[in-house]
């Protein structure tokens, strides 16, 4: 028998959107989604057809017939919100202000961005210029409600946002910090040098995120393992559990009660049918701990010293082939 996703198990993946972005939700529902990520345009390009309002309404109702929530939108590649080139800066602001008058369309609480490189401008002016980007974008977008989410970086090249310090620097420079929120990529921050392989690591690099950000600002996962080693500042997506980051990390991550309710979503390779996702799917769901048998209140675990509960939910999707 087929069951119905878990709405407390905010897991899944990047949904393609080749043929408009309703298609999007319905690649969601195939994989039976509880939350998505997703792009409004072609993500190589700086600008995109327009959406129409017959692309609205069908995004909509087909959202609103799901049980999708919520939906983070991913910017394009191709902004670089601290660019030295003066046209590809002013692209970019464009590109991103564009994306955020499609992700207020379709009701998205959430667009993620990366920050940019400074291209050897250096770290501070970097940051000076990626906040200066999103005051110009903000100014232009007041009544919006959906949220600037700042993505973590590997720090590859010249990337700004592998240091939570340089986040912090950019949430701090920006006026409207209300509009600021946080996504962590796991690859990302690994490669940047925070090991959450192992649980000693784990809890050092979350309780210095809290310290410096605040734990209230962060609202999406970006669940990738990571190929190359801990602190290479390489960007390169590994299926859970076959990169360095390893079963260990994921199973804190997918037990942290703090982040129970945060969405989960996977930027790892796969084809057209998505069997890849259903697999990294199915790896995460079994490294949560299921309460014992009979037990109708939760069941424990331990983790740093004491026990917090942990609801249970079932693996829903049918066995893929290898």
Known sequence: ??????????????????????????????????????????????????????DISTYKKLLSESSINPVVVHDTYLINLCATDERILKNSRAALKDELDRAEAVDVEYLNFHPGSHLGAGEQEGIKRVAESLNIIHEQTRAYKVKSVVET?????????????????????????????????????????YDISTEEGYEATFREFDEIIGLSRLVAFHVNDSKRQLGSRVDRHEHIGKGKIGKAG????????????????????????????????????????????????????????????VSTWELGEQKPED
């Open 1 to 54: 028998m087929t069951r119905s996703p878990d709405p407390s198990i905010l897991l899944r993946a990047h949904m393609s959107i080749a043929g408009g972005v309703h298609t999007a939700v319905e690649r969601a529902m195939k994989i039976r989604c509880t939350t998505m990520q997703m792009f409004v345009k072609n993500n190589t390009q700086w600008k995109g057809k327009p959406l129409s309002n017959d």
């Open 153 to 193: 970086t590997a720090g590859q090249g010249t990337a700004i946002g592998h240091r939570f310090e340089q986040l912090r620097a950019i949430i701090d420079s920006v006026e409207e910090r209300d509009r600021m929120a946080v996504c962590v990529d796991t690859c990302h921050i690994f490669a940047a040098g």
């Open 250 to 309: 994921f199973r804190l991550l997918m037990n942290d009660e703090r982040f129970r309710n945060i969405p989960k979503i996977l930027e790892t390779p796969k084809g057209p049918e998505m069997k890849e996702d259903v697999r990294n799917i199915r790896v995460l769901k079994s490294l949560v701990r299921k309460e014992e048998a009979g037990k109708e209140s939760g069941g424990r675990i331990q983790k740093s010293g004491g026990e917090r509960n």
